[in-house]
C-alpha cells in the first residue's frame, strides 16, 4: 500500500508563498490511473478538495483556489507539490496530500475519483 | 458546484446500535458517493466508494447504499472504535466537495 508524507513549513506570513511537498512511497507517482491530491482542513471543519495533477503533468484545480495554487509532480524524486500564493489566515489549515483513484478525468473535468491512501496532515498556519 | 449535506451533523448512540447517516447531494450524482471516517487528529479513511462498495480492510459492519440524491451509510452494531466523525464526498464531477460531516459521540 502506497504511504504518503507532508512536509513543509508550518508557519507562512500573510501575502507569502505556502509550499507543501508530498513524498509517495511503496509506490509510484508515476503508476497510471492515480491522481495525486491535496485536501486541506480548517480547523475543526469540514475537508476541501483543492486539486490534483496526474503524472503526466494535466492538473485539475477547485476553481475557488485556481487564480493561486499551482499544483507540481516530479516522478524522479516520486513526490509532488502545492504552491498557493497569497495567502491570508483564511488559508490557515491542515493540508493533507492523498492519491485519488478509481476514477477518470476528460474535458477538464474528472469523475469517480475517491481518496485513499491519505497522508497525516500537516498544520499550516499564516500569521506575521 | 455540488452541495452535499449530511444528517444528523451529531449523533449519539451505545454501542451495539445501529446507526445510519444520511447524505443529500444538490442534483443527482448517479452512484459517485464516497464515506470517510476520521478520528481526531488523523487523516480520513476511506470507508465506502461507489455509493456501496466496501474499501478493502474494511469491517462488514459498515455498508453504503443509495442512487441519484440520495445516499446513507449504516454501521449495523456499534463498536468502541467507530465513535468518530464521517463525512461524504461526491465524485460525480469536479471540483469534488464533501458534507459537513457527522460527529458520532458516544451515548
Known amino acids: 500500500q502506497v504511504q504518503l508524507q507532508e512536509s513543509g513549513p508550518g508557519l507562512v506570513k500573510p501575502s507569502q508563498t505556502l509550499s507543501l511537498t508530498c513524498i509517495v512511497s511503496?509506490?509510484?507517482?508515476?503508476?497510471?490511473?492515480?491522481?495525486w491530491s491535496w485536501i486541506r482542513q480548517h480547523p475543526g471543519k469540514g475537508l476541501e478538495w483543492m486539486g490534483f495533477?496526474?503524472?503526466?503533468?494535466?492538473?485539475y484545480y477547485n476553481p475557488s483556489l485556481k487564480s493561486r495554487l499551482t499544483i507540481s509532480v516530479d516522478t524522479s524524486k516520486n513526490q509532488f507539490s502545492l504552491r498557493l500564493t497569497s495567502v491570508t489566515a483564511a488559508d490557515t489549515a491542515i493540508y493533507y496530500c492523498a492519491k485519488a483513484a478509481g476514477g477518470y478525468c476528460s474535458g477538464g473535468i474528472c469523475q469517480e475519483n475517491w481518496f485513499d491512501p491519505w497522508g497525516q496532515g500537516t498544520l499550516v498556519t499564516v500569521s506575521s | 458546484d455540488i452541495q452535499v449535506t449530511q444528517s444528523p451533523s451529531s449523533l449519539s448512540a451505545s454501542v451495539g446500535d445501529r446507526v445510519t447517516i444520511t447524505c443529500r447531494a444538490s442534483q443527482s450524482i448517479s452512484n459517485y458517493l464516497n464515506w470517510y471516517q476520521q478520528k481526531p487528529g488523523k487523516a480520513p479513511n476511506l470507508l465506502i466508494y461507489?455509493?456501496?462498495s466496501l474499501q478493502s480492510g474494511v469491517p462488514s459492519r459498515f455498508s453504503g447504499s443509495g442512487s441519484g440524491t440520495d445516499f446513507t451509510l449504516t454501521i449495523s452494531s456499534l463498536r468502541p472504535e467507530d465513535f468518530a466523525t464521517y463525512y461524504c464526498q461526491q465524485s460525480y464531477t469536479t471540483p469534488y466537495t464533501f458534507g459537513q460531516g457527522t460527529k458520532l459521540e458516544i451515548k
Open positions: 495533477i496526474y503524472y503526466s503533468g494535466s492538473t
Open positions: 511503496d509506490g509510484s507517482v508515476s503508476t497510471g490511473g492515480n491522481y
Open positions: 461507489g455509493a456501496s
